[in-house]
C-alpha cells in the first residue's frame, strides 16, 4: 500500500493533492493534526425527512439550533456523499444468490443482478448509496485529555443533529478520504493512493471521469426553513454536497451592526435616503440583533458547493444533472447557485474531508439559518442484511431481512387496487427469500403465483370443478400431540360449520352441539370412514330427531352424490410434501359455497403443515385476496393465524385490494397489529376509512395519495417497516415480470411461445425471456 503522505510523481508532474492538504499527522486514535488545528472525523447516519410534518420539524429546528454551538475559529465540514453502490450491492446479492439451495431461486437472484448491471452500463447511474462524513477543527491544543473531551463534546452534538455519530479513527478517515478524492469506480477497499488529476477551464478530469461543480452564490432573501435541503439530498444522482461553517466572534459583528444602524437613522432624519428603503434595513437589523441577544445566535461563514463525477461517456448525464440542480433553487428559496469555471479545483477540495479550497464564495448567517442548509437528511437504509433488496424514489438500495429477529412478527399486509402490481411485489418478495430456502404455500385466486411455483420445482394444484378433484375436510391425521389434536379438531369443527352456513348465517346453537358431539365419534374411529360426510348423515338419520333432520337437511349438498360433495366428502388429503405449494382457486369462483369451504380446508391444511414442519426453516403462507373471503367469515381463524404464525418461525402475508376490507373486518385490529411490514400500493376510495387505523400523518397520507405505477416498468410502494415508513419503487427484472405476469396479453404471448425450445418448464421461461430481450418475440 502506498504511503498516502509521501508525495509521488508522474512525468510532468510535480504538484499531487497532498500538496493541498496540510495534515501533517493522523494518530490511530482519530486525532488530526496541522498547522494551527487540530481535527476528528465523523460518520454520520442520517435522518429521514420525507414524512416530517411541519410541528416535527419545527422541534427539530430548535433541537439543531440548541445544539450548534461553536467556538470563534472551529470550523465544522459537512459532506453528503451519494455514489454508485456498485461493489457491495454486487457482492451482497452474489452472497445471497449463493446461499439459495434452490436452482432456479438462485437463477432468479442472479437474473436480477445482470438485470441491473445491465442498466447501469448503457444508462444513467443507478443503486445508489449515501454517506455524510463530518470534519471538525478546532485550535491546536497539546493536551490530549482536553482533546478527548473536547471531540466528544462534538460527538453529542453530532448525535443530536443524525440518528447516530460515528467517530473514525486513522485507517476509516484515511478510506474516506480516498473514497471523496477518486473517481466513482473506487471501491471501498482499494489501496490508499491519490487519484490522477487534470484541470481544464470548466472542468477536472479525476483519472478518467469528469468533475464539475456548483457554488453557492447567493443566499435566498426572505425565509429559509428546515428540510428544504432535502429537494438535493433526494435527487437521484451521484453528487458531493459540501457545507463549511466557521464559527466567528459575534461582538464586532454586532458593533458593525450598531453603527449602520445608527447610520441609518440619521439619514433617515435628513431624508437623504428614501423612507421606505431605510425602513426596511432598519428592521432586518433590528432583527437580526433581537435574534442575537435574545437566543444567543452564533454567527457563521457559510460556504457551500456542489460536485458531480460522472464517466466522461456520460457528460450528457453530467450536463442534465447540473440543469436539474440549478432547477432546485426555486426548492430552496430561490437561493442562486452558478457553475464553478476557474476554480473547480478549490471546489473538488471542498468534496474531501479535511480538505479546503480557498476560492469558495463566502456568506455570513446566523446560525438558525445555517442549519436549514446542513445536508443532514437521507433515506432509510433498512434492514443490515439484505436478503431483499429495492430501491427507494431517489434511486437507494433499501434493504429487508424478512427474519429480522427485531420485528415483532414476520407477517406482511399487501394492499393496493386490482392491476397496482400486488402480485409482482409478492412474487418478488418470495423469489427473493430464496437465499433462506423457505417453504412457500400460497392459497390464490387468478393464478398469479403459478409460474414462479413451477420455476422453483414446487407443485400447483388448479382446482377447477370441470377437471375435478378431491379435498376432505378432514385434512390431516390424528396428531399425538394433545394441544395439536385439539386444534385439529376445532378446525375440522369449523370446516363443517362453514357447509351449514345459509345467507352467510349459521345454524342455531343447538344444531352446532349436535354437529360437535357426531363429529367427536368420528374423530375416536380408529379409521376415518371413506365418504365421512355421508357417514356422518348416516349417524344423523339413526339419531331421527328434529334438531338431526335439521342438521341433515343442512349437510345434504355435501354428501358424496350431490355437486359440492363430489369434491368434499373423501378422506383423501390434497395436501402434499412439497416444500412450495400453490392452490389456484380461480375455478371455483362461480360456486360460492364450494369455494368458501374449500378456501378453508386448504388455508386449515398448510397452517396445520406450518405448525409441525422444522422451526429451523423459514415458511411463508400466502393468502391472496382468499384472505378478503376468510375475514368476512373467518375472522378467528386469520386471527390465530396471523397471531401465532411467528411461534413456528413463520409469516403470513395477507394480500387484499383495499385497506377498509381489512378494518371492517373482525379480525382487522389483530391483522393491523400483527403486521409489522406493510406494503400499499396505489389505493381507491376514501382515504379517511384507514389513515386513522394506519395512524399516517398528514405527509404520509399525501405519499400515499402520490403512489404510481407503470404497466411492465414499476409500481411505487409505500413501505412501512416496524417504525419505518420510506417509499420505494419495485421495478421488476424481465425473468421476474415473466414469472409474476397474469395479463391475458401476457400469457397468451407465453403459450404461443414457451414450446419454442428446452426440455423443462424452467429452461423454456429462461428460453422465452432472453429471446424477449432480443426482440425475437
Same mark, same amino acid.
Request: glycine fraction near 4%.
Given at each position: ?212 461543480a456548483l457554488e453557492l452564490q ?156 446542513l445536508p443532514l437528511f437521507c ?30 412478527? @414476520? =407477517?406482511? $399486509?399487501?394492499?393496493?387496487?386490482? !392491476?397496482?402490481?400486488? %402480485?409482482?411485489?409478492? +412474487?418478488?418478495?418470495?423469489?427473493? &427469500? ?7 404455500f400460497i392459497v390464490d385466486i387468478?393464478?398469479? @403465483? =403459478?409460474? $414462479?411455483?413451477?420455476?422453483?420445482? !414446487?407443485?400447483?394444484? %388448479?382446482?377447477?370443478? +370441470?377437471?375435478?378433484?378431491?379435498? &376432505? ?305
Amino acid at each position: 500500500m502506498m504511503n498516502f503522505f509521501n508525495i509521488w510523481k508522474h512525468k510532468n508532474r510535480t504538484n499531487t493533492l497532498v500538496d493541498y492538504w496540510g495534515v501533517s499527522r493522523i494518530s490511530e486514535d482519530g486525532f488530526i493534526e496541522k498547522e494551527h488545528k487540530m481535527g476528528f472525523m465523523f460518520k454520520l447516519d442520517g435522518i429521514d425527512g420525507t414524512f416530517l410534518e411541519d410541528d416535527q420539524l419545527m422541534s427539530l429546528h430548535r433541537e439543531w439550533r440548541s445544539a450548534l454551538r461553536m467556538n470563534p475559529g472551529e470550523e465544522i465540514q459537512i459532506i453528503f456523499r451519494k455514489r454508485v453502490e456498485l461493489q457491495d450491492w454486487v457482492e451482497e446479492q452474489l452472497k445471497q444468490s449463493f446461499l439459495a439451495e434452490n436452482t432456479y431461486g438462485r437463477r432468479i437472484l442472479l437474473d436480477r443482478l445482470a438485470d441491473h448491471l445491465m442498466k447501469i452500463s448503457k444508462d444513467e447511474p443507478q443503486i445508489l448509496s449515501q454517506k455524510i462524513v463530518v470534519c471538525f477543527w478546532c485550535n491546536k491544543e497539546s493536551d490530549k485529555e482536553i482533546l478527548k473531551e473536547k471531540r466528544s463534546l462534538i460527538y453529542s452534538m453530532l448525535n443530536v443533529f443524525s440518528n447516530r455519530a460515528y467517530i473514525l479513527n486513522k485507517t476509516e478517515i484515511l478510506n474516506e478520504i480516498n473514497i471523496s478524492s477518486q473517481d466513482l469506480t473506487c471501491l471501498d477497499e482499494q489501496g490508499l493512493e491519490w487519484p490522477e488529476i487534470n484541470i481544464d477551464a470548466s472542468h477536472i478530469q479525476i483519472n478518467e471521469e469528469k468533475f464539475r461543480a456548483l457554488e453557492l452564490q447567493k443566499l435566498p432573501e426572505n425565509w429559509t426553513e428546515l428540510g428544504m435541503i432535502q429537494a438535493l439530498t433526494l435527487l437521484p444522482l451521484p453528487l458531493d454536497i459540501s457545507v463549511r461553517l466557521i464559527a466567528k466572534d459575534s461582538r464586532p459583528i454586532i458593533s458593525s451592526l450598531e453603527k449602520k444602524r445608527n447610520m441609518l437613522s440619521s439619514k433617515k432624519g435628513y431624508n437623504k435616503l428614501p423612507s421606505a428603503f431605510v425602513d426596511s434595513q432598519l428592521e432586518q437589523i433590528n432583527e437580526v440583533l433581537k435574534s442575537i441577544a435574545e437566543n444567543s445566535e452564533g454567527i457563521f461563514d457559510f460556504k457551500m458547493t456542489i460536485g458531480i463525477r460522472v464517466p466522461k461517456k456520460l457528460g450528457a448525464f453530467q450536463r442534465k444533472a447540473m440543469s436539474t440542480i440549478l432547477r432546485m433553487s426555486s426548492q430552496l428559496f430561490f437561493c442562486e447557485f452558478e457553475e464553478c469555471t476557474l476554480h473547480t479545483f478549490d471546489s473538488y477540495l471542498e468534496c474531501i474531508p479535511s480538505f479546503s479550497g480557498k476560492n469558495i464564495q463566502s456568506h455570513t448567517v446566523l446560525g438558525s439559518n445555517a442549519i436549514h442548509f446542513l445536508p443532514l437528511f437521507c433515506t432509510l437504509r433498512g434492514d443490515k442484511r439484505s436478503i431483499v433488496s429495492f430501491t427507494t424514489l431517489s434511486d437507494c438500495v433499501y434493504s429487508i431481512d424478512p427474519v429480522d429477529n427485531k420485528l415483532a412478527n @414476520y =407477517n406482511w $399486509l399487501i394492499t393496493g387496487t386490482s !392491476g397496482s402490481g400486488k %402480485s409482482f411485489f409478492v +412474487n418478488s418478495l418470495l423469489s427473493q &427469500s430464496s437465499s433462506i430456502n423457505p417453504n412457500i404455500f400460497i392459497v390464490d385466486i387468478g393464478g398469479s @403465483y =403459478n409460474r $414462479l411455483t413451477q420455476f422453483l420445482g !414446487g407443485q400447483v394444484f %388448479s382446482l377447477d370443478t +370441470n377437471q375435478g378433484f378431491e379435498v &376432505s375436510p378432514f385434512f390431516i391425521s390424528k396428531c399425538e400431540d394433545p394441544k395439536e389434536e385439539r386444534i385439529r379438531r376445532q378446525h375440522i369443527y369449523q370446516i363443517f360449520l362453514e357447509m351449514t352456513r345459509v345467507d352467510g348465517q349459521l345454524p342455531p346453537v343447538d344444531i352446532r352441539q349436535l354437529l360437535s358431539e357426531c363429529l367427536g365419534k368420528i374423530f375416536d374411529m380408529k379409521e376415518l370412514p371413506v365418504n365421512p360426510i355421508s357417514y356422518l348423515l348416516t349417524m344423523l338419520q339413526k339419531i331421527n330427531s328434529d334438531i338431526s333432520l335439521r342438521l341433515s337437511l343442512l349437510l345434504k349438498p355435501w354428501k358424496r352424490e350431490s355437486f359440492n360433495g363430489q369434491f368434499v366428502d373423501t378422506n383423501k388429503s390434497l395436501i402434499k410434501e412439497s416444500s412450495i405449494l400453490t392452490f389456484d382457486l380461480k375455478g371455483l369462483t362461480e360456486f360460492e359455497d364450494l369455494s368458501r369451504v374449500v378456501q378453508l380446508i386448504i388455508c386449515s391444511s398448510l397452517w396445520a403443515r406450518i405448525r409441525q414442519i422444522d422451526k429451523e426453516q423459514f415458511s411463508w403462507i400466502v393468502l391472496d385476496e382468499v384472505a378478503f373471503s376468510l375475514l368476512k367469515t373467518q375472522p378467528l381463524f386469520v386471527d390465530e393465524l396471523v397471531s401465532t404464525v411467528r411461534k413456528y418461525y413463520a409469516g403470513a402475508v395477507i394480500v387484499v385490494q383495499d385497506l377498509d376490507k381489512v378494518t371492517s373486518s373482525l379480525a382487522g385490529s389483530s391483522i393491523l397489529q400483527n403486521t409489522d411490514s406493510k406494503a400499499i400500493l396505489q389505493q381507491r376510495g376514501d382515504p379517511k376509512n384507514y389513515s386513522d387505523v394506519l395512524s399516517l400523518r398528514t405527509t404520509e397520507q399525501w405519499a400515499i395519495n402520490s403512489l404510481q405505477r407503470k404497466k411492465g416498468s414499476f409500481s411505487d410502494i409505500f413501505l412501512i417497516r416496524s417504525k419505518e415508513r420510506v417509499m420505494i419503487r419495485h421495478k421488476p427484472s424481465p425473468l421476474e415480470y415473466w414469472l409474476a405476469t397474469s395479463s391475458p396479453e401476457d400469457n397468451m404471448s407465453i403459450k404461443n411461445n414457451l414450446d419454442y425450445k428446452g426440455q423443462d418448464f424452467q429452461e423454456k421461461i429462461i428460453d422465452f425471456v432472453e429471446r424477449k430481450k432480443r426482440g425475437i418475440i
